[in-house]
C-alpha cells in the first residue's frame, strides 16, 4: 500500500471508529448503514461532489456549508453529519469514500457479515450472486454480503475478495498464466 493511501486510511479509521460507536450507542447502525449507501451512490453519481471533497481550492467554510445543505438534504443520521462536519472543519473530506467503506465494512462485522468484493466480466443476474453468496456462506460461516463491480477485460470468469483471501477464476488471467508458462518454455 502507498504511503499516501495508508494515511488516508488511518485517518478514515479514526474518523469511521468515532462515528460507528457512536451511532451504536444511540442504537442507530440500521439508519446509518442507508446512509451509508445513499452517500456511496452519491459519491459515484455526481463529479460535483467528488470534487468538491477534493477540491484544495474550495474553503473550509464552503466546504462544511455544502456539507451541511447535503447532510440536511439526504436525512443523513445526526452523527454522521457531525462527523461530516468536523471532517470538513478540519480538511479531511477527501478521505470520505474510505470512510464509507470503512463503516459499512464495521457494520457488517458487527451484524456477523462480511463483504465479498466480486468483479465479473458481465453483470451477475440475482440468482447468480445468491448462488455464490450461499456457496461463500458455506465457505467461511457467514453471511456474506456481495458487491459486485463489471469489468469486461476479465473476458469471463470472476475475481471474489473476502477479507485476505481472493479467488481469481478470469479467463484474463489464466491466459496471462498460459503466457507465463509459454515464456518460461522457449
Known sequence: MSEPASISSGIAARYATAIFEISKEGKSLDKLEANLGDLQSALADSADL???ISSPVISRADQGAAIAALGKKMDLETVLQNGLGLMADK?????????????QEMISEDKG????EVTSARELTI????KLAQTL???MGKDVKINATV???????LVVKVGSKMIDTSIRSRLNSLQNAMKEVG
Open 137 to 139: 456462506k458455506a465457505r
Open 127 to 130: 440468482a447468480q450472486a445468491d
Open 113 to 116: 457479515e462480511m463483504t465479498a
Open 91 to 103: 480538511r479531511r473530506l477527501f478521505v470520505l469514500p474510505q470512510l464509507v467503506k470503512q463503516l
Open 50 to 52: 467528488r470534487d468538491l
Open 151 to 157: 469489468d469486461e477485460s476479465l473476458i469471463g470468469g
